[in-house]
């Protein structure tokens, strides 16, 4: 049968057949959901927790002095691993750091960043080390020691509202002073300036990604841009355990909207990448004795990262269509600023790429209304002809140039839409912009799908309107009626796409549809005008 299926059929059903390999590959290759934190009390304050266990060891990488040797705080640590010495707040958001040093909690402020029980969001899981700013030495004497010694910091809360602030901690171990230098910015960003009273090799952590957003759907690991702008991206349960990057712009930790990051835009970082029982890759980096390192902490969003240096941008990663997701996203972005709606956004570009592409959109449609006419002329040629394919391909071609039909002219425009639709997935995937971003009455988060499914329904009508209404050359009653069944399929595998995507194909279809209706009557008045 597919031997006598014409360029437009197979078009259509190498279409669906995209969208399955699509809709395989999110199920089966990219991890699934997995339990988020929450918030269990509106303010800073944490609660004392079990002891960590020697699960969080850093596996060993093939190299000279390593963090193979540093390890977690364990069992046997003398001081609670989760008290709070100092407490940061902010109108974005607010943290605390623990007696070791590190950033043990994170809650950002505002409405979008609470769970469904109105509980702020806490970035980090507190049993998955390292926190960031962690230190682990190389020495497994001093390493313990450290684990056990608390950090002394001057003050017990700092306000970050309109200014940065500074802040020294200081750790006085039996032979060495560590002095950290902490200045915080109030969108996130941070610098942090450590000095040993003597030299000891160590590593520092970003921390391990938040831990908020898993989903099957995104990226979730640690990305590294190196001084030559190569990006690797490290996903969970991929880690080895020895990747080493001496030059890297960019160390990233990330889950699906939120990030923890170290960057050094010109000397480079000294990355080591270890990996937990997991193999979830783990971030570190080298210090000296007197070291200093830019980081950031807090939500993937491309106006904040971009704020902090361009390049930060490469963070927020839209896969395989990045180079085409981008730019849609710098429209959608737009668009939204003006009409202050993310989804009249996604109509908006919708309008955009249909007027782009109406040239291209008006001659397929053209085309196909010609094709259908010839439909009984390429009958007649393949009976004729039955058994000589060279015979009936040639002559077939003729009549297309002699009747001026395209027999691929309805197909570009499909084509085309393809790594549009494919990019709009992933910036409404990846985009934390879009993050709850409300449209009308039922649809209060247009990353996630329509929980009421109107809005594929709607698609699926529309599709088989368009489809009603629109030319058809298929002469072989099978392939006919799997053409009727087009519309059922792509409704199913909408019901789990993002809500702002299935809006997009459906306006698209509302297009398409008033397109139709201009070029039937058109050749309606040519018919007319002929008799």
Known sequence: MLDNLSTQQRVIIATVLSFLFF?????????????????VNSSVKVKKAAPVSSDAKIQAPVATNTPSQASAPQSGSTVSNEKSILLVKGKRFDLSIDQFGRVNKFYLNGKRYRDKNGKRVQLFNDSKLPLPLEIRFSDPK???????????????????????????????????????KITIYPIGKYTVSISLSKPADYFISPGFR???????????GVLIKELDDTLTMIKDKDAKGDEHFGKAKIVA?????????????????????SKDKDENPLAFVKGKQNYSVNGYIGVKELKILTSINKEMGDIVE?????????????????????????????IATTLIIRVILFPLTYKGMVSMTKMKELAPKIKELQKKYKGEPQKLNAHTMELYKKHGANPLGGCLPMILQIPIFFALYRVLQNSAELQSAPWILWIHDLSTKDPYFILPILMGITMFWQQHISPNSIQDPTQAKIMKYLPVIFTFFFMTFPAGLTLYWFVNNLFSIVQQYYVNSLFEKKKQSKE
């Open 318 to 346: 839209y896969g395989w269509f990045t180079f085409i997701a981008k730019p849609v996203f710098l429209l959608l972005s737009y668009l939204e600023s003006i009409l202050g709606n993310w989804g009249w956004a996604i």
């Open 23 to 39: 809709a395989g590959y999110d199920y089966f290759f990219i991890p699934k959901q997995i339990k988020s934190p929450t918030d």
């Open 210 to 220: 938040p831990d908020v957003k898993v989903d099957g759907y995104t990226f979730h």
């Open 142 to 180: 001093l390493n313990s020691e450290a684990f056990k010694v608390p950090y002394i910091s001057p003050v017990k809360e700092i306000s970050i509202d309109k200014e940065a602030k500074t802040i020294t901690l200081t750790q006085r171990l039996s032979n060495l002073t560590v002095t950290k």
């Open 253 to 273: 930790d990330s889950d699906r909207y939120y990030t923890t990051s170290f960057y050094d835009l010109k000397g480079g970082l000294d990355v080591y990448i």
